[in-house]
């Protein structure tokens, strides 16, 4: 070992603390540099990867050292291999003659089969947690390569296996991806569900409907890659690989498959249509220079567009809540809450009793809706009505867009918070995120009011509409800052948020932490969203893309 | 990819004796090999199921006599970037070029990593009562975090956090020495 051993040392640790999925970002990068420099780092990772692998296979359960012992046998037949685990269960003395050869043989025979059905049992199983998709209709279709959970006399509502190629000759069928999108195909047709939201087409036509938590859905076809950005499109590929994609209805990013994902994809919008042939991207019939496509507004109206998007993220089962601060206003003095799952149960009144001092309506970023002003002086705010859905403890998201009046930096000022004053188990901090000092930050409370804060890493603008997206995830314990739909901060923290039950927890939007001070939010605020999910980089890319008045 | 899901790349019936041989034989260098690539359980788990599929409808282009578990590896890592391509902006994960390089560092070792394990054995049991439970306790079944296992142990979760990186540690330092004592005997 040539490796100085504090060197090795580190590489042990960060490498362990990696499969503990522990390690900090600062350290993740300093181990992936050493990893792709040093060939000496990678052995030493490989090592103790391999002692990871290891204990859990020499201390693992007993159906896995069941396995394990298949392996150890190094017969060089299944027949001596299957036998094996069997005779190791029988009683001392049943091999040494006292039992009939016929017998014997017979029980040989027997425990071969039964050593071949284990294994078979063992891969099906195996094969059986990969299901990707279901089949939910199907009209006329014949079965070239039917799936593999099918009984032959019934394909119906039969599951589809993660890469399992499938083909039908004629027909029309509907699969439902556990990631969430439909999937409507035409027949003749080869294809394969790869994975929860990636799908492989590579002959034949389909539509795929995206939800907005499937936004991201991948769709492979042998001369490209459609990675969706929450719509509904239609794809079409011939015999020789070659893909038409019509946009029913948001927006996809075309990518040729030869460049891969990294390249600048060409966006497509409602209503336009894309042949990739040779390596050759035509959009509307004419061609585009490979990787020269330039992000593409809708056709139409760009608010209408953002209506169904908003629309579509409403139904989202994991959406808390949902205030536009557009329709109702200014006829109406009611905030609506669109979040279905929650409904009117979060609505609030601006002159009811829920709302302290009352926010005043101002123009929005689009001609055709508004926004709520709110003046710090004047410690204008608004307090949620008091909902279970609200007190998040682990995974959420809390998106908004605003145009401070200045980049504040002075002290914290909370956008969206569920709190109250005093630090313990019962009145911690479940979420509060805001600014401080001129940065985003994210922040909550465990034990007996232990701070977690990440800040990000960059300043906000000031006096422009910014959108601003805040995603704690619970495991591993990180938050990640967008801004514009960019990451901007991200930090991982070092417990997730506890407690929050006392009777005067309460979520508020543009207020500060509840009774520290004048800490309160100045300029304007729109659309906030809270999710009790992680959203993912590509879903909230899109949410700022067509939430956007200025094209991006 | 489309000729890993063609038709005839489904294996007949009568080669399944020698694959659940073969692959039985070759599925904990897959897994170690995998994990090493996706260093996250779950995520080897997902990826060394969906290869074993594959190499089941391939297994008739695996010429006998060549390394199964090579061609084994060869399949899975092209497994790993398939399933890394749905993560590319996870910062979590490992990039295509990295992936390459380490899945070249682990194919020349697996001699090195076959001694290794037979040293881990004797290492193990030089762990003090108290440090087997630990790494017990992690282990058990399917691998589990510092922090699950502390709930079982009823112990905190930063002290068994810290115990089991240690003793990871300490078991291989102990398989350095070990083979280092065996390679100048």
Same mark, same amino acid.
């Given at each position: 070992m040539s490796t100085p051993a504090a060197y090795q040392q580190q590489i042990v640790d960060w490498t362990s603390a990696l499969l503990e999925g522990s390690l900090l970002a600062a350290e993740r990068e300093k181990l992936t540099t050493a990893l792709s420099s040093d060939p000496s780092a990678r052995q030493i990772y490989v090592r103790m990867v391999d002692l990871h692998a290891s204990l859990a296979r020499l201390l693992g359960s007993p159906a896995r050292q069941s396995t394990d012992a298949l392996i150890e046998q190094s017969a060089s037949d299944a027949v001596t291999l299957s036998v094996a685990p069997a005779a190791a269960r029988m009683p001392r003395g049943f091999f040494t003659g006292e039992l009939p050869v016929g017998v014997l043989v017979a029980t040989v025979v027997l425990g071969a089969f039964w050593g071949l059905w284990q294994a078979f049992v063992l891969l099906r199983n195996r094969a059986d947690a @990969? !299901? $990707? $998709?279901? !089949?939910t209709s199907q009209e006329n279709v014949t079965w070239s390569i039917p799936p593999v959970s099918a009984s032959d006399a019934d394909v119906h509502l039969a599951q589809c296996r993660a890469g399992e190629a499938l083909q039908i000759a004629a027909g029309k069928l509907e699969l439902q991806l556990t990631g969430g999108t439909r999937l409507v195909v035409d027949g003749p047709a080869k294809w394969s569900i790869d994975g929860a939201n990636v799908a492989t087409l590579t002959q034949g036509r389909l539509v795929a409907k995206v939800p907005p938590q499937a936004v991201g859905f991948t769709l492979n076809t042998p001369q490209a890659i459609i990675v969706d950005l929450s719509t509904e499109f239609a794809v079409q590929v011939d015999a020789s690989g070659a893909t038409n994609v019509d946009v029913l209805d948001g927006a996809v990013d075309l990518h040729q498959a030869a460049a891969g994902t990294n390249a600048v994809p060409q966006r497509l919008a409602v209503g336009q249509r894309a042949r990739v042939e040779h390596g050759i991207v035509s959009v509307d019939g004419k061609p585009t220079l490979p990787g020269a496509g330039e992000p593409v507004r809708a056709a139409g109206s760009s608010f209408k567009q953002w209506k169904r998007h908003r629309k579509q993220l409403a139904?989202?089962? @994991? &959406?808390v809540a949902l205030y536009l601060?557009? %329709? %109702?206003l200014p006829n109406s003095r009611r905030l609506a809450n669109r979040a279905s799952a929650t409904g009117d149960a979060l609505s609030l009144n &601006? #002159? /009811? $009793? #829920?709302? !302290?001092t009352t926010p005043t309506i101002a123009a929005g970023r689009w001609p055709e809706k508004s926004a709520l002003r709110f003046d710090g002086e004047k410690q204008q705010r608004l307090i949620l009505p008091s909902? $279970?859905? &609200?007190? !998040?403890? /682990?995974d959420l998201t809390i998106m908004w867009w605003m145009n401070a009046a200045s980049r504040q930096v002075g002290p914290r000022t909370s956008i969206v918070s569920r709190g109250a004053k005093g630090e313990s188990q019962s009145v911690n901090y479940l979420y509060s995120l805001g600014m401080e000092e001129g940065r985003l930050r994210a922040f909550h409370e465990s034990g007996r009011g232990v701070d977690h804060t990440v800040l990000g890493s960059g300043t906000y603008l000031a006096g422009q509409w910014v959108c601003v997206a805040m995603v704690r995830e619970s495991r591993p314990k990180r938050y990640t800052i967008f801004e514009n739909g960019r990451v901007v901060g991200s930090g991982e923290y070092q417990a997730n948020a506890t407690g929050g039950t006392d009777r005067r927890v309460r979520t508020g939007i543009g207020v500060a932490e509840w009774g520290m001070g004048a800490e309160y939010f100045t300029g304007l605020l729109d659309e906030v969203a809270i999710f009790s999910r992680t959203l993912t980089e590509p879903e909230i890319k899109t949410y700022y893309e067509l939430g956007c008045a200025e094209q991006p | 990819m489309d000729d890993l899901r063609d038709q005839s790349d489904f294996a007949p019936r009568d080669s399944t004796e020698s694959f659940v041989s073969q692959f039985a034989r070759s599925e904990f260098e897959l897994r170690s090999y995998i994990l090493t690539l996706l260093p996250h359980w779950a995520d080897a788990d997902d990826v060394l199921q969906r290869t074993s599929i594959i190499l089941w409808r391939k297994f008739g282009e695996w010429q006998p006599g060549t390394n199964f578990t090579a061609w084994a590896c060869s399949i899975a890592r092209f497994e790993v970037k398939n399933f890394l391509r749905t993560k590319e902006r996870d910062r979590h994960y490992f990039t295509d070029e990295l992936v390459e390089s380490i899945g070249d560092t682990r194919a020349e070792m697996s001699v090195e990593l076959a001694d290794r394990r037979d040293a881990l054995r004797a290492c193990l049991q030089k762990l003090s009562p108290r440090d087997r439970e630990v790494i017990d306790a992690c282990y058990a079944h399917e691998p589990i975090l510092a922090k699950d296992a502390a709930v079982k142990l009823g112990r905190q979760v930063n002290t068994v956090y810290k115990a089991l990186i240690r003793i990871r540690r300490v078991l291989f330092e102990c398989i350095e020495r070990s083979l280092a004592a065996g390679g100048r005997s």
């Amino acid at each position: 070992m040539s490796t100085p051993a504090a060197y090795q040392q580190q590489i042990v640790d960060w490498t362990s603390a990696l499969l503990e999925g522990s390690l900090l970002a600062a350290e993740r990068e300093k181990l992936t540099t050493a990893l792709s420099s040093d060939p000496s780092a990678r052995q030493i990772y490989v090592r103790m990867v391999d002692l990871h692998a290891s204990l859990a296979r020499l201390l693992g359960s007993p159906a896995r050292q069941s396995t394990d012992a298949l392996i150890e046998q190094s017969a060089s037949d299944a027949v001596t291999l299957s036998v094996a685990p069997a005779a190791a269960r029988m009683p001392r003395g049943f091999f040494t003659g006292e039992l009939p050869v016929g017998v014997l043989v017979a029980t040989v025979v027997l425990g071969a089969f039964w050593g071949l059905w284990q294994a078979f049992v063992l891969l099906r199983n195996r094969a059986d947690a @990969q !299901i $990707a $998709a279901n !089949i939910t209709s199907q009209e006329n279709v014949t079965w070239s390569i039917p799936p593999v959970s099918a009984s032959d006399a019934d394909v119906h509502l039969a599951q589809c296996r993660a890469g399992e190629a499938l083909q039908i000759a004629a027909g029309k069928l509907e699969l439902q991806l556990t990631g969430g999108t439909r999937l409507v195909v035409d027949g003749p047709a080869k294809w394969s569900i790869d994975g929860a939201n990636v799908a492989t087409l590579t002959q034949g036509r389909l539509v795929a409907k995206v939800p907005p938590q499937a936004v991201g859905f991948t769709l492979n076809t042998p001369q490209a890659i459609i990675v969706d950005l929450s719509t509904e499109f239609a794809v079409q590929v011939d015999a020789s690989g070659a893909t038409n994609v019509d946009v029913l209805d948001g927006a996809v990013d075309l990518h040729q498959a030869a460049a891969g994902t990294n390249a600048v994809p060409q966006r497509l919008a409602v209503g336009q249509r894309a042949r990739v042939e040779h390596g050759i991207v035509s959009v509307d019939g004419k061609p585009t220079l490979p990787g020269a496509g330039e992000p593409v507004r809708a056709a139409g109206s760009s608010f209408k567009q953002w209506k169904r998007h908003r629309k579509q993220l409403a139904r989202d089962p @994991q &959406l808390v809540a949902l205030y536009l601060f557009d %329709e %109702e206003l200014p006829n109406s003095r009611r905030l609506a809450n669109r979040a279905s799952a929650t409904g009117d149960a979060l609505s609030l009144n &601006l #002159d /009811g $009793a #829920d709302v !302290i001092t009352t926010p005043t309506i101002a123009a929005g970023r689009w001609p055709e809706k508004s926004a709520l002003r709110f003046d710090g002086e004047k410690q204008q705010r608004l307090i949620l009505p008091s909902h $279970a859905s &609200l007190a !998040i403890n /682990g995974d959420l998201t809390i998106m908004w867009w605003m145009n401070a009046a200045s980049r504040q930096v002075g002290p914290r000022t909370s956008i969206v918070s569920r709190g109250a004053k005093g630090e313990s188990q019962s009145v911690n901090y479940l979420y509060s995120l805001g600014m401080e000092e001129g940065r985003l930050r994210a922040f909550h409370e465990s034990g007996r009011g232990v701070d977690h804060t990440v800040l990000g890493s960059g300043t906000y603008l000031a006096g422009q509409w910014v959108c601003v997206a805040m995603v704690r995830e619970s495991r591993p314990k990180r938050y990640t800052i967008f801004e514009n739909g960019r990451v901007v901060g991200s930090g991982e923290y070092q417990a997730n948020a506890t407690g929050g039950t006392d009777r005067r927890v309460r979520t508020g939007i543009g207020v500060a932490e509840w009774g520290m001070g004048a800490e309160y939010f100045t300029g304007l605020l729109d659309e906030v969203a809270i999710f009790s999910r992680t959203l993912t980089e590509p879903e909230i890319k899109t949410y700022y893309e067509l939430g956007c008045a200025e094209q991006p | 990819m489309d000729d890993l899901r063609d038709q005839s790349d489904f294996a007949p019936r009568d080669s399944t004796e020698s694959f659940v041989s073969q692959f039985a034989r070759s599925e904990f260098e897959l897994r170690s090999y995998i994990l090493t690539l996706l260093p996250h359980w779950a995520d080897a788990d997902d990826v060394l199921q969906r290869t074993s599929i594959i190499l089941w409808r391939k297994f008739g282009e695996w010429q006998p006599g060549t390394n199964f578990t090579a061609w084994a590896c060869s399949i899975a890592r092209f497994e790993v970037k398939n399933f890394l391509r749905t993560k590319e902006r996870d910062r979590h994960y490992f990039t295509d070029e990295l992936v390459e390089s380490i899945g070249d560092t682990r194919a020349e070792m697996s001699v090195e990593l076959a001694d290794r394990r037979d040293a881990l054995r004797a290492c193990l049991q030089k762990l003090s009562p108290r440090d087997r439970e630990v790494i017990d306790a992690c282990y058990a079944h399917e691998p589990i975090l510092a922090k699950d296992a502390a709930v079982k142990l009823g112990r905190q979760v930063n002290t068994v956090y810290k115990a089991l990186i240690r003793i990871r540690r300490v078991l291989f330092e102990c398989i350095e020495r070990s083979l280092a004592a065996g390679g100048r005997s």
